[in-house]
């Protein structure tokens, strides 16, 4: 079974992932992270973020494992993660890799913008999670205080509005639900309620597939 959950930043996405593949014992790719590495790579050889050359060859070079996330969770890298990301070189430097984790036997549960739409169209359920800008920026500022970095509500939104413009008005796999995607708005719901949803709409795919 693959399940692909995708939505914009801080929508709940990762942690319905993650309690997806814990209920169903699946390997979890949290996708964002290839585009944060990417990035990271980048900032930390002293290349310019907007060389494409430079960002494919960076792209190629990263391992599915070898994540720091301390460092790549931090919204300097978030920013600079759909830099990155609207590239079509670096897409397509990730797409295998991708692709391999999700036919691991079994399946896999991976999570991102474009799982449904490009990575996985075959995917056995598709889940496209939403909340309003003003909830996710809530939930980013929490997030980041829990970590110790400096989260000033205003600025957080606009960060996230930032990206959710960028992500979704790129040409190369624009952020947007597949048309077999179930939306799930989680403005108003908690995490036990939000996974509960999440659980429901798998088991009616499976009951399909
Ligand atoms: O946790 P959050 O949603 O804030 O970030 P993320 O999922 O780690 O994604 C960081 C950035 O990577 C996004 O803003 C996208 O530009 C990019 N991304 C993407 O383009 N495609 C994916 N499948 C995952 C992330």
Not at 62 to 70: K, P, Q, S, V
Not at 179 to 208: F, K, N, P, Y
């Amino acid at each position: 079974m693959i399940i692909a959950i995708d939505g914009p930043a801080a929508s709940g996405k990762g942690t319905i992932a993650r309690r997806l593949a814990a209920h169903y014992g699946l390997p979890h790719l949290d996708t964002g992270l290839l585009y944060r590495a990417t990035a990271a790579t980048l900032i930390a050889e002293g290349r310019d973020l907007y060389d494409e050359e430079s960002a494919v060859s960076a792209a190629r070079g990263l391992g599915l494992t070898d994540f720091n996330e301390t460092t790549l969770r931090s919204r300097q890298m978030a920013e600079a993660a759909s830099v990155v990301a609207a590239m079509p070189g670096v897409r397509a430097a990730l797409i295998e890799a991708q692709r391999a984790f999700a036919a691991r036997p079994g399946g896999a549960v991976l999570d991102g913008r474009d799982i449904g739409t490009v990575i996985c169209p075959n995917a056995t359920v598709k889940i496209f999670v939403t909340a309003s800008a003003a909830a996710r920026a809530q939930r980013r500022v929490v997030e980041l205080a829990n970590r110790s970095e400096k989260a000033d509500y205003n600025a957080i939104l606009a960060d996230i509005l930032r990206r959710d413009a960028r992500d979704s008005e790129r040409a190369a796999a624009p952020l947007r639900p597949a048309d077999d995607a179930v939306q799930v708005d989680t403005t108003h719901l908690g995490i036990e309620s939000a996974v509960a949803e999440a659980l429901r709409i798998v088991e009616a795919a499976r009951i399909r597939a």
